[in-house]
């Protein structure tokens, strides 16, 4: 069977970028979904080293769920009120079509009533995906935050210490 990198590749992006999607519409069990499984990791800062992949835990369904409910702000309306923009996207396959890294950057705006249009925080994914049972999975995911504005009306102020240290 010949590696259809087109069909890959589409089918990666979709993955890459129904978390935006998930966390801006506050589904939840989306989000539990994707990262169910995965091994992740992150680390602040634009010169912040790669996690070694044996550092990188794998989060069970409960741990992903605990982490996004304890950690971003969920507003009356279910919503953070937040829109992930993911750019900057590129990929790389293994020679046998049955791995791929990807890298990418993230954007995160975030405007409330009385927090104008702004944008938050904006870092990097670099993620690794790996064909099982015929389907691409997300495997592992680092994630960097780059550079933080404000945070206070997305994230927990305990989440917000640790990123700004």
Known sequence: ?????????EEIRHILFSY?????????DGVVGLLSGVKMANANGVRAERIPESDLPTLSAEQV??????SV??????LPH???LITNFDIKFS??????????YYVVLQALEDFPLQIVITGRYEDEYR?????????????????????SHHVTPEVLAQLTH
Do not use: C
Not at 1 to 9: E, P, Q, V
């Open 131 to 151: 064909v099982e049972d015929g389907e691409w999975r997300l495997k592992i995911r680092r994630e960097f935050a780059d550079l933080v504005g404000d945070l």
């Open 73 to 78: 702000i969920f507003y009356e309306d279910g």
């Open 1 to 9: 069977m010949s590696f259809d990198r087109a069909k890959a590749t």
């Open 95 to 104: 020679d046998d079509g049955q791995h791929a890294e990807t890298r990418s």
């Open 65 to 70: 769920r605990e982490m996004y409910t304890s």
């Open 20 to 28: 935006p999607e998930y966390i801006d519409r506050g589904t939840i």
């Open 82 to 84: 937040t829109k992930h």
